[in-house]
């Protein structure tokens, strides 16, 4: 079964709006409480704005994610779902809808996202732009 939470960096449930955008990830056979702290005191030493935890459980095998994710803007879901394919990811999704939004890519090889370009992430989809060093030409 397909299942996942988004998370406060507090550990609350995220109950808002926005479509959440995997930048880091981890996969773990075993979801434990340490790996999630890990994930979320990177979020907090890096000060990423917008960025909460994501926990995921990979359908029809055993397996986990654990992510830092960036909630955009609803509005914006056209833009992030072209950032998620451009960066490998699979899917993003719809915390409004509960839709998990396939990209076209198979998500097997994303490119990593450090802290310095989830931030830039965060603030040209807020601007409506696709990041420059993501795609020039995908604007």
Request: glycine share 8%.
């Amino acid at each position: 079964m397909e299942d996942g939470a988004t998370l406060n960096r507090d550990w609350t449930t995220y109950s808002g709006s926005g479509i959440a955008l995997a930048c880091f990830s981890r996969n773990t056979p075993l979801l434990s409480t340490e790996q999630v702290e890990e994930v979320a005191r990177s979020i907090e030493r890096n000060y990423i704005p917008d960025a909460k935890i994501g926990l995921y459980k990979f359908p029809n095998r055993q397996e986990y994610s654990i992510d830092a994710v960036l909630v955009l803007p609803e509005e914006s879901q056209d833009l992030v779902v072209r950032v998620a394919a451009a960066l490998g990811q699979e899917s993003v999704y719809n915390l409004t809808s509960g839709e998990n939004i396939k990209t076209g890519k198979d998500g097997s090889n994303p490119m990593p996202v450090s802290p310095i370009l989830m931030a830039d992430i965060n603030k040209s989809v807020r601007e409506g732009v696709m990041p420059d060093w993501l795609s020039a030409g995908q604007q």
